[in-house]
């Protein structure tokens, strides 16, 4: 009853891999969709080989997903992971004690945290740049172990130039790694901009719906990737396949969702940039935005995270996220709803980032609907 898979010709767009890749083989009456498995063990074959054993080390659900991860990013190898912060944590396994690492001074706060814990516990030097500082970067990479870039930056929004530092890592034989979390491989290809490794909370936009914490790591190398799965299995900071099985299904959407966020985002960037109670904004869309240049040059979407200074400082940015009724204050970022978080409330924020910054996660509502709960939430302190 079983018949070939029909051919078809190599994936194209975007949009079409995020609906196609991972799929099973076409067998009638079998499932369009790879099902979720739960086995913790599986039947030995007589002869030991590439076969599944035991569910730390592999599952024929995480198979699907990190197929078609790696085929939006352009690799050859995903590794799906627990959280981002495990995927990230696999990158650095190779990083000798006392080795040193170039990291954005406003990196995801978390992989700030880690990376202060591996000085603590592994004497790393910590590189800290601002990441759109060019010349500052590359100086930084001299003698470094390891280049950890993120653009653009969790909080601020600064962008890199990702051709030029990748670039500079490589001719000093520097291995990189590009978070990708904020971009998604429909924003930006790090592995094609000159990137060894890309690292993603899954948690984000790829899984999309807020309802799942999971990490990936995409790569080209075919030694990097066995490192990492061996890194993997020995750490055990593994996904549950149920959670992989909802970010797949969340990953068939994500050229619509990415879509929309950014337009969105788009759109109430300028309108905040024009409005009176609004002191900054920073999106790469606006074209008075310092990493727009940058941006419009290596990325195909600006993305849905907008950075906001209200006028009136701290206090101001707490009412206007305490006003807001549709928007959700809430932490994390990248699912369908809006939500939004003034930063400096976490203690372990860098304290570089502005105290009155809220960030905006923008998502695929009806755009009307959140500028009139913003612009209400901004009038509310009386400006
Ligand atoms: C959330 C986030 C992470 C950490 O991912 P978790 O899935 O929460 O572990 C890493 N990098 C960036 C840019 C993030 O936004």
Redesign the pocket.
């Known amino acids: 009853m079983t018949h070939e898979p029909t051919e078809i010709a190599p994936l194209r767009s975007p949009a079409t891999v995020a609906v196609t890749a991972g799929r099973p083989p076409r067998v009638q009456g079998g499932p369009v969709n790879p099902p979720v498995v739960l086995s913790s063990t599986y039947v030995s074959a007589g002869v030991p080989g590439g076969e599944l054993l035991y569910a730390r080390g592999g599952t024929e659900t995480w198979e699907p997903f990190e197929e078609a991860l790696a085929t939006l990013e352009g690799g050859a190898h995903g590794v799906v992971f627990g959280?981002?912060?495990?995927?990230?944590a696999a990158t650095l396994g190779d990083v000798p004690d006392g080795g040193a690492v170039v990291v954005p001074r406003h990196?995801?706060q978390?992989?700030l945290g880690y990376l202060d814990d591996l000085t603590r516990r592994h004497g790393l030097e910590v590189r800290r740049v601002d990441i759109a500082d060019t010349d500052q970067v590359v100086t930084a990479l001299d003698g470094a172990d390891l280049l950890m870039a993120?653009s653009p930056t969790?909080p601020m929004l600064e962008v890199a130039d990702l051709p030029a530092i990748l670039a500079a890592a490589r001719e000093r034989g520097v291995p990189t790694v590009v978070?990708n979390?904020?971009a998604t491989p429909l924003g930006q290809r790090p592995l094609e901009l000159g990137a060894d490794v890309v690292?993603?909370?899954?948690?984000?936009y790829l899984a999309g719906h807020s309802d799942v914490?999971?990490?990936a790591v995409v790569t080209n190398d075919d030694e990097t990737a066995a490192r990492i799965r061996a890194y993997r299995t020995l750490h055990g900071a593994i996904a549950g396949p149920m959670e992989v099985f909802l970010a797949l299904r969340g990953l068939r959407t994500l050229h619509l969702r990415v879509e929309r966020a950014a337009a969105n985002a788009a759109e109430l960037a300028s309108r905040l940039a024009g409005h009176a109670a609004v002191a900054e904004v920073r999106h790469p869309s606006l074209p008075s935005d310092p990493g727009h240049e940058r941006a419009a040059q290596q990325m195909s979407s600006f993305g849905a995270v907008v950075g906001l200074r209200p006028v009136g400082g701290l206090e101001a940015a707490d009412s206007v996220v305490d006003a807001v009724r549709l928007w959700v204050p809430a932490t994390?970022?990248?699912g369908v709803e809006s939500t939004l978080e003034r930063r400096r409330r976490f203690t372990t924020e860098s304290t570089t980032v502005p105290e009155d910054l809220i960030r905006l996660s923008v998502g695929i509502e009806d755009v009307e609907d959140l500028w009139a709960d913003l612009a209400q939430a901004l009038g509310s302190r009386g400006a």
């Open positions: 959280s981002g912060m495990a995927a990230i990196a995801y978390v992989t993120e969790n978070d979390t904020f690292v993603h909370s899954v948690t984000k914490v999971l990490g994390s970022l990248g």
